[in-house]
């Protein structure tokens, strides 16, 4: 008997499978290119944002000498752990050299002892966002570059909205490390420079607060 129909359907069989293999190569790219057509690709102001957010979330010891309608004082804000309620809970702990002591822990805690009555009658949130608390921004950061929108890159500055406060941050050419902050919020203007230190323990000794 001859094998030669057999040798056909088996070559027809290879030859369905190849071009059906070639349309599902084929309307998978066109798939792909479908998903970047749809997905606009990210804005110098976004990546500038997402970079400036690393930068704040890698670092939870921000330096900063803050001038604020005239007055000039140097701060320390530091992310950490603190003791809330008699629970630990995450939050920030700002202080100034003037005195002046923010402990902010959501949900609830929000104190502020100390300090010159003109730092004292600024919002606690302005204070934070003058002194780089890395927390506060990263998140409006990378909440608008997740949005693609709300950010605008003029050379080195980034600015964008937090609540109703204008905040621009200057950005390092080279490593876009967040170097400095202006504010703008209502009756209030003030500019600070910013460096990243890293947590020692005798630093968190030094800066932690406790609030039963």
Known sequence: MSREPDERRFASGWVTLGVAGAVVAAV???GVLVQRAALPSPSAATLAGL?????????RLVDSTI???????????LQDWFVSGGQ????????LDDGYVL????????TATGGAP?????????LMELAGCPRVLARRLQTLAQQHRGLTLRGDTLTFRLKATRVTLTLDPQTHAPTGV?????????????????VTTRLRELLSVSHG
């Open 28 to 30: 998978l790219g066109a």
């Open 51 to 59: 970079h400036a957010g690393v930068w704040l979330e890698r670092y």
């Open 67 to 77: 001038t604020l309608d005239g007055s000039v004082v140097r701060g320390r804000c």
């Open 88 to 95: 630990r809970r995450r939050g920030a702990v700002l202080r």
């Open 103 to 110: 402990l902010a822990v959501p949900p609830h805690t929000l």
């Open 118 to 126: 003109a730092i004292r009658s600024v919002s606690p949130l302005v």
């Open 182 to 198: 202006e504010l703008v919020a209502r009756g209030t203007h003030g500019v600070s420079q910013i460096r990243f230190t890293p």
